[in-house]
C-alpha cells in the first residue's frame, strides 16, 4: 500500500476537523474526494503534508511504510508526496520559472513543460501575482509535474476554470498521473496515484478514478464507484450521505 | 553668489540641526585626513579590491565606461573610456569651467540647509564631476568610489552630475569604508542635473561599518522629457544614516522614479527618504522603498508635492520585520496645491506570511531555504527600467547581504 490513513483525528486551533479517518491508495490507484464546504477535505490534504496548523490528535498517516509523523513538510515531499494548491499564495519577486527548478532540481526541460500547458509566457512572471484562476491551475499542475510524485494530491484543479481549461488541466493531470502512456512508456514508468478533490466531477471526464469517498463531517461517510457517488450526490445532496453516515 | 556669501550662510548654518536623523557631533571626526597618491585600481590591495566590488565598483574596469576613486580627500584614480564622457574631480572641474560654479555650485542644493551642507562648504574635500556631453549615449556605466581609508575620519565632498541634453547616463557609486575601519563620517552633497530630453539612472550601494554616520544631501533638477531613476541600496550594517533627497521636476513631461532597499540590522539607523516637487505638466514620479529590520531602526519617508496640473505620482513602502525586536516606521506625505492631480500611496508592513513559506515547503525547500527566497523576492528592484549590468550590481549586493539576513 502506499498510502494508509488509520483512524485520523486533526485539530486546527483547537478545534477537530478531522476524526476516524481511514483511507488507503495504493500504487497507481486514483481516489476522487468529494464532499461539501468545510468538510475538511483540505484539511486532510494539509494534515498528509505535514501542514503546522494541522495537528494530528490521533491515528496514523503511513506512507511508502514509513510513519509520517513529525516528519518536516520537505522530507514528505522528497519522499514523493505532492500537493496542488487550491489557493495558492503569491510570490513576489520570484519567478515562476526559479520555482520550477526547484520542484524539477533542474532535471526537466522546463520551456516545453510549460509551452504543454500554454504557460511560456507566464515563465518570468512572479509565482501566482496577477494570475487569473485558470493560469493559477495550470502554474500549479506545472509544479506538480515538474516535481513528479508518487502521490499527487490535488485540490479542487477544475474549480473557478472555464470549460477550456478543465480540458487542459483534465489532460495535463491524465499527463502526469501516467495514463495514457504507451506500452513501451509503461514498461519503464510507473503509473502514479493520486487523491483528487472535486465539487464538479467535470475533472473525472479526463481523469478515470477507481474509488471515490465522501468526507462530510470530518469523516468518510461512504466509499464506492466515483460515478456512481457522483450521480447520488447530484440527485440527492450530501444529505444522503449524512443518512448513510447515521446507518453505519 | 560669491564664494565669500556661500562661506558666510555656511558659517551661520554651523550648528544647524537636520530635521531629521539624530544629531551628530562633527567636531569628533578628523577633517583632516591622509592624503594618498594617484595609483591605478588595480594596485589596490586583495581585500580592498574584494570591498570594491560589492559596492558595484569592478577595480579591472570591466564593462564601465569610466571611474572616478576618492580615497579620504585624495582623489587617487579618475579616468573615462567613452566619447562625450568627462570625469574630474569637483576641484578640477571647478578651475576647467568657469560656468561651473555660476550655474551648477549650490544651486540645487542650499548651502546652509543644515549642518552637514555647512560642513562641506567649510571643510570640502573635493568628489566627482561627471558630465555627458549633449546627445552622448553612455550605455556602459560609470563608476565612482568614495572611500574612507582611516578610523575616525569626516569625508566632506561635494559631487556634480550633468547630463547635457539628449544624452544617457548611467552611475553606479559605491561608498564604503576599508575593511579595518569601524568609524567614520561619510557627507556627501550630490547636486544632479538631467537637461532636456536626458536620462541619468544613478545607483548607490553604500556599504558602511557599524559604527559609521553617513549624511548624503542629494538634489536633482530634471528638464523637459527627461528622465531621473535613482536606485539606493544599503544593506549592510551603518551607525546612523539619514538623507532626504530631492528632485525638482521643472520640465514638461520629465519623470523621477527612486528605488530604496534598506536593511537595518541591531543598532543601526536608517532614516532614508525621497521628495519630488512636481513642477511641470506631465511630469511623474514613483517612490518605491523595500525595507527590512533585523533589529534596528527604520524610518522611511516619502513626500510628492504635486504644483501644477496634470502631474501624477505614486509612493509605496513595503516593511518586513524579521526580528522579534527592530522598528520601521513609513511616513508618507501627498501634497496637492493644485487640483487635478493624481497623487497616491500605499505602504504595508508585516512579517513573512506563513502561507508563502508553506506553499514553498511543499515544493521541497526547507523552512530556511523558503525564508530566504521569500525575502530575497521581497529585496528584488523592479526591473524593467535598468540596464543589465545595474541590474547584475544590485542582484550581487543583495546576495552579499544573505548572511545579515539568515
Not at chain 1, 476554470?161 to 478543465?166: A, G, P, R, S, Y
Not at chain 2, 514638461?252 to 534598506?262: C, E, Q, T
Not at chain 2, 521581497?378 to 526591473?383: G, H
Amino acid at each position: 500500500m502506499l498510502l494508509q490513513i488509520r483512524d485520523l483525528a486533526v485539530e486546527v486551533a483547537g478545534k477537530e476537523v478531522l476524526h476516524d479517518v481511514n483511507l488507503e491508495v495504493g500504487p497507481g490507484e486514483i481516489h476522487a474526494l468529494f464532499g461539501p464546504n468545510g468538510a475538511g477535505k483540505t484539511s486532510l490534504f494539509m494534515a498528509i503534508m505535514g501542514m503546522e496548523d494541522y495537528k494530528v490528535r490521533k491515528g496514523s498517516i503511513i506512507f511508502k511504510g514509513r510513519d509520517l509523523s513529525g516528519m518536516p513538510v520537505y522530507e514528505r515531499v522528497r519522499l514523493g508526496i505532492g500537493l496542488f494548491f487550491q489557493r495558492p499564495p503569491a510570490i513576489r519577486g520570484l519567478k515562476l520559472r526559479e520555482l520550477l527548478e526547484i520542484c524539477c532540481g533542474g532535471k526537466s526541460n522546463i520551456e516545453k513543460l510549460a509551452s504543454e500547458l500554454a504557460m511560456v509566457d507566464f515563465l518570468d512572471r512572479d509565482v501566482n501575482y496577477g494570475f487569473s484562476g485558470g493560469e493559477m491551475r495550470r502554474a500549479e499542475l506545472l509544479q506538480i509535474i515538474a516535481q513528479q510524485p508518487d502521490l499527487a494530491l490535488l485540490d479542487e484543479p477544475e474549480s473557478g476554470v472555464d470549460l477550456e481549461n478543465i480540458a487542459l488541466i483534465g489532460k495535463g493531470i491524465h499527463r502526469l498521473l501516467g495514463r495514457g502512456m504507451s506500452c513501451k512508456e509503461k514498461e519503464s514508468k510507473a503509473q502514479r496515484s493520486a487523491i483528487i478533490i472535486s465539487h464538479t466531477g467535470y475533472i473525472l471526464d479526463y481523469v478515470e478514478a477507481e474509488k471515490g469517498h465522501v468526507l462530510y463531517n470530518g469523516t468518510i461517510a461512504c466509499s464506492g464507484k466515483p460515478r456512481e457517488i457522483l450521480e447520488t450526490i447530484r440527485k440527492y445532496g450530501y444529505e444522503e450521505c449524512m443518512r448513510c453516515l447515521l446507518r453505519t | 553668489m560669491s564664494s565669500q556669501d556661500l562661506k558666510e550662510r555656511a558659517e551661520r548654518a554651523r550648528g544647524k540641526r537636520a530635521p531629521f536623523g539624530p544629531d551628530l557631533d562633527l567636531s569628533l571626526y578628523k577633517s583632516n585626513p591622509r592624503e594618498f597618491p594617484p595609483l591605478p585600481l588595480t594596485s589596490l590591495g586583495k581585500e580592498e579590491q574584494r570591498a570594491l566590488l560589492a559596492t558595484g565598483i569592478d577595480p579591472f574596469e570591466g564593462n564601465r565606461s569610466g571611474s572616478y576613486l576618492q580615497m579620504n580627500r585624495s582623489v587617487v584614480f579618475c579616468g573615462t573610456r567613452a566619447e562625450g564622457l568627462e570625469i574630474l574631480s569637483t576641484e578640477e572641474a571647478l578651475k576647467r569651467y568657469d560656468w561651473l560654479e555660476r550655474e551648477y555650485w549650490w544651486k540645487a542644493l542650499e548651502v546652509d540647509e543644515d549642518k552637514y551642507t555647512s560642513f562641506v562648504e567649510l571643510n570640502w574635500q573635493r568628489g566627482y564631476f561627471i558630465r555627458a556631453l549633449p546627445g552622448a549615449r553612455i550605455v556602459r556605466p560609470v563608476q565612482a568610489c568614495l572611500f574612507l581609508a582611516e578610523e575616525s575620519v569626516a569625508q566632506a565632498v561635494h559631487n556634480i552630475i550633468i547630463v547635457e541634453p539628449g544624452a544617457e547616463l548611467h552611475v553606479v557609486t559605491g561608498c564604503l569604508v576599508a575593511p579595518a575601519v569601524k568609524s567614520g563620517l561619510h557627507i556627501g552633497v550630490s547636486e544632479f542635473y538631467v537637461k532636456r530630453g536626458g536620462r541619468l539612472s544613478f545607483t548607490m550601494i553604500h556599504n558602511w561599518g557599524e559604527e559609521v554616520a553617513v549624511r548624503p544631501r542629494t538634489a536633482t533638477i530634471v528638464e523637459e522629457g527627461g528622465v531621473f531613476l535613482s536606485n539606493y541600496v544599503c544593506l549592510s550594517p551603518v551607525k546612523s544614516l539619514q538623507m532626504y533627497p530631492t528632485t525638482y521636476l521643472r520640465g514638461k513631461g520629465s519623470v523621477a522614479l527612486y528605488n530604496n532597499l534598506l536593511l537595518a540590522m541591531p543598532g543601526s539607523s536608517l532614516d532614508v527618504g525621497g521628495r519630488v516637487f512636481l513642477e511641470a505638466p506631465g511630469s511623474r514620479a514613483e517612490i518605491r522603498t523595500r525595507a527590512i529590520t533585523k533589529g534596528g531602526e527604520l524610518w522611511t519617508r516619502g513626500h510628492l508635492i504635486g504644483m501644477v496640473p496634470g502631474v501624477r505620482a505614486h509612493l509605496e513602502c513595503q516593511g518586513l520585520i524579521l526580528s522579534p525586536s527592530g522598528l520601521i516606521r513609513a511616513i508618507p506625505e501627498l501634497e496637492g496645491r493644485v487640483p487635478d492631480v493624481q497623487l497616491s500611496h500605499e505602504a504595508s508592513i508585516g512579517k513573512i506570511a506563513k502561507e508563502e513559506i508553506e506553499y514553498l515547503m511543499t515544493r521541497g525547500l526547507t523552512e530556511e531555504e523558503a525564508k530566504a527566497i521569500i525575502v530575497r523576492g521581497f529585496m528584488r528592484i523592479r526591473e524593467e527600467a535598468l540596464p543589465q549590468e545595474l541590474q547584475r550590481l544590485i542582484e550581487e549586493a543583495i546576495k552579499a547581504s544573505t548572511k545579515y539576513l539568515l
